[in-house]
Nanobody, 112 residues
Framework: QVQFVESGGGLVQPGGSLRLSCAAS????????VDWYRQAPGKQRELVAS???????YYADSVKGRFTISKDNAKNTVYLQMNSLKSEDTAVYYC??????WGQGTQVTVSS
């Protein structure tokens, strides 16, 4: 079974940037779409971005133009570059695919 481990979260000021990483335990992850989700306190989990097996990206309207999803198959890792962060981006971020369970996530807090 493939497992994902999320990292790279932290506290950042509005307008700042962070890069999240999603490290897969096995290379088979590259054969599946990988999604980044987030869940803010008191809100439902929402899809933020996805990347297909051939590298095609998808973005939610709320992050389009600010976030970039990418992957490095050699490193078994999917990235989420987050720029121009806003307070409403504060959430726990998770990566997920069809062949993985939900992980611990990584906390992103955007605050001055």
């Amino acid at each position: 079974q493939v497992q994902f481990v999320e990292s790279g979260g932290g506290l950042v000021q509005p307008g700042g940037s962070l890069r999240l990483s999603c490290a897969a335990s096995r290379s088979t992850f590259k054969d599946y779409t990988v999604d980044w989700y987030r869940q803010a306190p008191g809100k439902q989990r929402e899809l933020v971005a996805s990347i297909t097996s051939n590298g095609a990206p998808y973005y939610a309207d709320s992050v389009k133009g600010r976030f970039t999803i990418s992957k490095d198959n050699a490193k078994n890792t999917v990235y989420l570059q987050m720029n121009s962060l806003k307070s409403e981006d504060t959430a726990v971020y998770y990566c997920k695919s069809l062949i993985t369970s939900w992980g611990q996530g990584t906390q992103v807090t955007v605050s001055s």
